[in-house]
Nanobody, 113 residues
Framework: QVQLVESGGGLVQPGGSLRLSCAAS????????MGWYRQAPGKQRELVAQ???????NYAGSVKGRFTISRDNTKNTVYLQMSSLKPEDTAVYYCNRRATNTWGKGTLVTVSS
């Protein structure tokens, strides 16, 4: 069974950058489509970005042009490069494998001066 572990979160000033990683382990099966979601305090979890096994991507309107999702299939890892961060990007960021609806435990991103 695939397990997902997110890393790379932390405290960053507005306008700064962070790169999140989602490492998958536990299976040799191709991961397929993967996504990054986030949940801010008091809000519902929302989709941030998705990437197919072939590399096609789509983004939430609020992050388009600032965030980039990518993957390294040789490492079974998905990344989220976040730039021009805003306080409203503060949330716990989760990795998701669509095929099995598998979730990681999340990594906290805090954007604050």
């Amino acid at each position: 069974q695939v397990q997902l572990v997110e890393s790379g979160g932390g405290l960053v000033q507005p306008g700064g950058s962070l790169r999140l990683s989602c490492a998958a382990s536990g299976s040799a099966v191709s991961l397929g489509a993967m996504g990054w979601y986030r949940q801010a305090p008091g809000k519902q979890r929302e989709l941030v970005a998705q990437i197919t096994s072939g590399g096609s991507t789509n983004y939430a309107g609020s992050v388009k042009g600032r965030f980039t999702i990518s993957r390294d299939n040789t490492k079974n890892t998905v990344y989220l490069q976040m730039s021009s961060l805003k306080p409203e990007d503060t949330a716990v960021y989760y990795c998701n494998r669509r095929a099995t609806n598998t979730w990681g435990k999340g990594t906290l991103v805090t954007v604050s001066s």
